[in-house]
């Protein structure tokens, strides 16, 4: 099993920045790709970008070019780079780790982009 923590949500004016972190424990080593949702109220949630154990990242087509993931695999911590925000990116966003057995979630982190 693998528990995932998140940080650095909050609010933040339009146009601004917020990286969020997502700290690994456990199976660690079991870890294949790593990620980050979003969810908006009323509405469903969906990927925001993903990275492989190799860094092969994934984007929501939406968000390429101000949203960046990264993984520090010694530190077991994936981060996101938020840039540029709007108050559409206002969300919950959940960090997941994929396992073979499969998805683990984390709590989640409150991101409100104010305008």
């Known amino acids: 099993q693998v528990q995932l923590v998140e940080s650095g949500g909050g609010l933040v004016q339009a146009g601004g920045s917020l990286r969020l972190s997502c700290a690994a424990s456990?199976?660690?080593?079991?870890?294949?790709?790593m990620g980050w949702y979003r969810q908006a109220p009323g509405k469903q949630r969906e990927l925001v970008a993903a990275?492989?154990?190799?860094?092969?990242?994934t984007y929501a087509e939406s968000l390429k070019g101000r949203f960046t993931i990264s993984r520090d695999n010694a530190k077991n911590t994936v981060y996101l780079q938020m840039n540029s925000l709007k108050p559409e990116d206002t969300a919950v966003y959940y960090c997941?780790?994929?396992?073979?057995?499969?998805?683990?979630w984390g709590q989640g982190t409150q991101v409100t982009v104010s305008s």
């Open positions: 997941t780790a994929l396992l073979g057995e499969g998805l683990y």
């Open positions: 456990g199976s660690i080593f079991s870890i294949k790709n």
């Open positions: 990275i492989t154990s190799g860094e092969t990242t």
